[in-house]
């Protein structure tokens, strides 16, 4: 696994929780939940990506 994914999935996560407070904070809750959807959306993108290339790893290794 590599460390940049993991920094990558905590910037996220704090990019959207600074976002999901403002706009809470600010009386936009339906805007705040669509901030959260889509953060989880791209990080579990992410993780979906690096899923794939562990699977074709494990193929091409024990040649399936």
């Known amino acids: ?3 940049d994914l993991i ?3 905590a910037a996220v996560g704090i ?3 600074v976002l999901n407070q403002l706009l ?3 009386g ?3 805007q705040a939940m669509m901030t959260t959807l889509a953060g989880l959306i791209v990080v ?3 993780i979906i990506q690096q899923i794939s290339q562990m699977f074709s790893l494990i193929k091409s290794t024990f040649g399936f």
Request: charged content about 35%; hydrophobic content about 60%; overall charge neutral.
């Open 1 to 3: 696994m590599d460390v």
């Open 7 to 9: 920094f990558k999935v």
């Open 15 to 17: 990019l959207v929780a």
């Open 24 to 26: 809470v904070r600010s």
């Open 28 to 30: 936009r809750e339906e």
């Open 44 to 46: 579990m993108m992410m």
